[in-house]
């Protein structure tokens, strides 16, 4: 097919998909298209939009902040929204978290929380240089964040320019030992300046859910080690696991956390990474050498700051934590139902996030399923995309009951449809 439109589009074989519906309006949890058909939202924009989709008082607070301020140079110049949302996430994040560094994306918050890893060693004169990652590990598509996440077809182009990691084997159920003694033995060799990992759920590399009391373990084999813990929360924040950070599940303060796609409840992009103290310290000195180099043009955008500070109005002013716990429960109770159904496998959630695996019969079958399961969900007004054999389910905070139902629906059709025995 040749192309219609001169845009080239993120995951996307524009010689295999069709031309993709255009979107005109949204709200809540539905998207409308041109033709004024609705599609709804189950995986919230990739996993961005928190509450829903142009939440009023957001959107208010974008305008007014626009209505005043564009980007302002963030270096040797501030201004109220941005010290306002620093003051706010210090407040909200974990204990013991002080300093915040803006950026504009997922991969930039990891990028800086490498970097001001390495920067704190380089800079207390500590030869530290090593990163260690959990297998199967997603932190974002710049090199740096490639290079700490899985290897596979999505980066083989680029493994040239990647640097080398140590793999942590994922702490599968009854396999956690394995997990702790490895990172362990990473950090035994002294040359560990830290360990990044998503806490609880490995989102792209397939919703792969590990406990708490596993996240705390390896939080103290870290900081034992005296290698730095990096919490990659960008996609477990602002209450996708069932908390605000996954982190509190656990009781864990990380040394470093990095933030972002609910941070603006999904409306405009924002990225923060938060740092300790004695982080913060190690690059505080009269010898500028010892400065953390980094910055982008829109560091701090004063009307994404805005955006921000409003979404942390609307969890402290909203009913959202009993919002999250509402969804969690619906979706618990939805996925259970293929439990023991033969076509499915693996059925689990993380507070919000539903996730099951399709017990599809080989990989080549695999690479062909999941577009045709997504023009499925699609034909029946459904936005899912799954990864692989594994559907999930992501929804806004805002999804109705009615609104599951039908999304549950169609999975458990979806098999049948597809020819996928039984
Ligand atoms: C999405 C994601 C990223 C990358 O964020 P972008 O905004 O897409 O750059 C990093 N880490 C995790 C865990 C993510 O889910």
């Known amino acids: 097919m040749t192309p219609t439109s001169p845009l080239w589009r993120p995951f996307t074989q524009h010689a295999l998909e069709p031309a993709p519906p255009k979107i005109v309006r949204a709200e809540n949890a539905w998207l409308e298209t041109e033709s004024g058909e609705k599609i709804l939202d189950a995986i919230s924009s990739w996993w961005v939009t928190t509450h829903g989709h142009r939440q009023p008082k957001i959107m208010a607070a974008i305008a007014e902040a626009a209505g005043t301020l564009d980007q302002i140079i963030f270096a040797g110049l501030t201004h109220e929204p941005a010290e306002r949302l620093a003051r706010e996430l210090v407040a909200l994040a974990p204990e013991g978290l002080a300093h915040v560094f803006l950026s504009d994306s997922g991969s930039t918050a990891v990028e800086v929380g490498l970097k001001m890893a390495l920067g704190f060693f380089a800079n207390r004169g500590e030869e530290r240089t ?11 598509d710049t090199i740096g964040a490639m290079s700490v996440g899985e290897r596979g077809v999505f980066n083989a182009p680029y493994a040239p320019l990647l640097f080398e990691v140590e793999r942590i084997p994922f702490p599968a159920p009854g396999a956690e030992q394995a997990t702790l003694d490895a990172l362990e033995a990473a950090g035994g060799r002294g040359d560990l300046a830290a360990f990044i990992v998503e806490p609880l759920i490995l989102g792209a590399g397939g919703m792969k859910m590990y406990g708490p009391e596993t996240l705390a373990e390896m939080r103290r084999i870290v900081r034992d080690t005296g290698a730095l813990f990096v919490a990659d929360e960008v996609m477990t924040g602002w209450g996708r696991t069932g908390t605000l950070f996954a982190c509190e599940q656990a009781g864990v303060t990380p040394d470093i956390l990095c933030t972002s796609k609910g941070l603006t409840g999904g409306a405009v992009p924002l990225a923060a990474t938060l740092a300790t103290a004695e982080i913060f310290e190690a690059h505080y000195s009269p010898d500028r050498t010892k400065t953390f180099f980094h ?3 829109f560091t701090a955008n004063p009307i994404a700051c805005a955006a921000a500070v409003a979404n942390v109005g609307v969890w402290r002013d909203e009913p959202v934590a009993e919002r999250v ?13 293929f439990e023991g159904d033969p ?3 693996n059925a689990r959630t993380s507070g919000t996030i539903a996730a099951v695996d399709l017990a599809v019969p080989d990989a080549g079958y695999l690479a062909e399923v999941g577009p045709r399961l997504r023009a499925f969900f699609l034909s029946h007004g459904l936005l899912v995309r799954p990864l692989g054999d594994v559907i999930y389910l992501m929804p806004p905070y805002c999804v109705t009951d009615a609104e599951l139902d039908s999304l549950y629906d169609a999975i458990a059709e979806a098999p049948d449809v597809l020819g996928i025995a039984r």
């Open 130 to 140: 090593r990163v260690a990652v959990l297998e199967g590990g997603y932190h974002g």
């Open 343 to 345: 076509r499915f496998r």
């Open 325 to 337: 716990a509402a969804l969690s429960s619906a979706q618990a109770a939805r996925i259970a139902r």
């Open 295 to 297: 910055s982008s043009s």
